[in-house]
Every structure is written in C-alpha cells, then in structure tokens.
C-alpha cells in the first residue's frame, strides 16, 4: 500500500507556501502579497472567518469572489462529501445516467421558470463557453454582443466578452464580439441592425461584479425582447450574482412580475461560484430546450459538447448540498436583509466623508465607491495619488482594512475606486457591525489629513511610480 501522509507533508512543508509558489507557479502573486502585507499564513477557517496561527481571527467580506457563498466548510457540505466518497459510486463511465446530475438539474431548474435544460460543467468561465457555442449553434451566427466593463471569465471564448482591455490585451485574436454600454437599449438595436443579422447573443452579467453596476429596471426585459425581434438570443451570467447573492435566486428575477416568472426568463443562464458549497469546482449553463435539441439534434452528436469532469458525483453532491442549505437556512432572505443592512449603514456615511461617493448593490454583493474631494487639502493628496495612479485610494483602504482590522476585501478592478463587498451569505449583524465601525474609522483618519493610512498612501505612490 502507498505510503502518503498528507498531514506529515503539511506539517513538514507548509512554511515553504510562499517560496512553492514562487518557484514554481505565478511568481507574481507572492510578490504582490508581500507588497501589499497580505503573506499572512493562515491554519484553518470556518464560516465567514479564517484564523492564524496566533488564533486571531479574520472577517472575510471576499468570500473568494463568490465562491463561498456558504462560508468555509459547512457541516452539510462536509457530510454529503464524506458519504459520496463512502459510497464509492461508479462515476464518470461517460456511458450511463448517474442520478445525481439528473437530481441536481431539477433542482436547479425549480428555481428557474422557463428554462428546461441543464449542462454540467467544471467553473464559471466553462459555464460562459457553453452558452456562447449553444447560441451560436442554435441561431447559426458568429457574433456576440456583451457590455462594457463586463467580466465574464478569461478562456479564449469568455475572454472575446471580456470589457476589461487589461485581461484582453496580448491575447487576441479572439471571437467576432462588439461591446454595448449597460443599458443602452438604442446601442443595443444599432448593433443587432449591422452586420446584416449576424449577432448570436448578447450576453450581460445583471450585476456587474467590476464597479458594480447594476442594470437598470426593465432593461433585461426590453433586450431580450429586442434580440428575440432580431433572431438574437439573451445570455444572463449569474456566476457571481446567482445562488441568492443578490436577495432573489437569480439576479434576474428582480425583474419578475411575481407570478412564476417563466416568460420571464432568458434564454440561456450561467452559474458556479458558490454551487460548490466552496469544495468541488462545479459550473452550470442552464437552458431552453429548443436551444438544447439544436446543440444535440442526433444521436451522432451526443458528444458535440461534453467536460470530462463536468457532473462528477463529488461536484453533484456539493451542489445538492448546497441548495438544501441554501433552502432550509433562507440564505437567500438572509442576503437581503444583512445587504440592506450594510447599504443602509453606509450609505448613511455618504453625506459624512466627502471622499466617499457612492454605495450601491443588490443583496450582499456592494460596492463603495470613491471620488474627487472639495476641501482643498483633501484635494491635493487625492490628485497626488490619481497622478501615479487610478485605483490607488481604494486600495489605501483595503490594505489597513486587512492589517489593522482583519478584514478582507479588495477593490472591484485595475484602477477603479471602488471597494467590492461579495461576503458568504451568512454573515448577520455582528459581522455588519465589524465592517462599518472598522470603515468608519478609517473614514476619520482619511479625512485628518494626516496619519498612517496618509503615510501609506506615500508609499503606494512611491511604488507605482516605481512599477512604471
């Protein structure tokens, strides 16, 4: 038998993390973590904290982008992994139909009206190619509209929808795309009257996770109106904002009528993230099933699209999990309520801090925004930092919010002002009550005009001047 000890090879190794993945991985991270103080060495975790080695704790308002939906390690997670292992299935065959991804699709679809179909994948951005290769195939064309500062993961066909230039750039060429702003219904119909016809989709996150910003009411309903007049299809990705993040399931459905919503729904919808109840990576592409008959039309083309781990036992298992946590922990309502909470709460700072100018969001996924102050002083030291670089404010308060509060976050994108919040969704008051007195404080120091966080600022500034 193999002689392999995990817990001797993390016990004899795990001081080495930051020289491993320096040596042999992306030799950028360490050295952006240690630039920015965040090389702490962290033991364990469990819920919405992780903890050092000293057993201090840290409040985590980052939730691995969204994958963390349930925090780390829920015991409901942990039990249907441990039994799916004990049972010792005959997974992945790749010639029989296993329950448990037949199991996992109902379910998903019983939270989405309209939609018939489901496609397992491995991640966000899988989720995303399959929706862009189902529309293409089922309306025969090439071209995919997506919105301006959209995210919508980085492979080759999710990074052609990708409005960031910074992600895009070295990397093309890429597919037949053309970006529209957000919510511009009239840019919109202008791009689906060129090209004689040849626009597939639009595909359009609900949310925007960079700068979140969220699509105004009705405008997912007038464009897949729209496109459907044009022979065009609507692509929602919810792999950020799905999973009850925003308050409702989808972020869609806060369009809804509150009927059933079928006649609601888009054409084809992605979602990751947090399915994974934070341990098996796991994506989704949930559909219509005309859309779904076009891709496999025959039996011949039963593989035209397939994952070799896609709907895993081990994956099935976590989702299933967490649904029924999901369901029976009304994380969803817990979403809107905690989420309308800390807006409030900080939005109440808006009128106070005159370097403060916006807060906005849906459920737990917000965003704070910074700007330009009046006061003069203020003023200069804010031009000083935009000089040698955008962003560099944000991040002047993310770094203390980490290092003198244990609280982690960062900003929503390569120089944006703005501080994005996506915690699991179970935090409640106490963890609200963390973040805006820690805020505050740092609010107050900001605006003294003086002290460490101004001092660090000094010290951003020498280093992006350096990086040029």
Known sequence: ??????????????DERYELHARHLN??????????????????AEG???YDAEGHDYLDMLAGFGVMGLGRHHPVVRQALHDVLDASLADLTRFDCPPLPGLLAEKLLAHAPGLDRVFFGNSGT????????????????PRVLYCDHAFHGLTTGSLSVNGEEGFRKGFGPLLPDTAVPLGDLAALERELRRGGGDVAALVVEPVQGKGVHEAPPGY???????????????????????????GDFFAYQHEGDGADGADEAPDLVCVAKALSGGYVPVGATLGKEWIFKKVYSSMDRVLVHSASFGANAQAMAAGLATLAVMEDEDLTGNARRTGELLRERLAALVDRYELLHDVRGRGLMIGIEFGRPKSLG????????QAARKGLFAQMVVVPLFQRHRILTQVSGDELEVIKLI???????????RFVDAFTQLMDEAHSGGGLLWDFGRTLVKQAVAAR
Request: aromatic fraction near 8%.
């Open 1 to 14: 038998m193999t002689d392999f000890d995990l817990p001797g090879l993390l016990a004899e190794r795990a």
């Open 27 to 44: 030799h950028q991270l360490p050295r952006m973590l240690h630039t920015i103080g965040f090389d702490k060495t962290y033991t364990r």
């Open 48 to 50: 919405a904290y992780f």
């Open 126 to 141: 899988e989720a995303v190619e399959t929706a862009l290769k189902f529309a293409r195939r089922a309306t025969g064309r």
């Open 220 to 246: 997912l309903r007038a464009a897949r109106e729209l496109l459907h007049r044009h022979g065009a299809l609507l692509i929602v990705d919810e792999v950020q904002t799905g999973l009850g993040r925003t």
């Open 378 to 385: 203020l003023r200069g030291r804010w031009t000083m930092l």
């Open 423 to 433: 915690p699991p969704l179970i935090i409640g008051e106490r963890e609200v009550e």
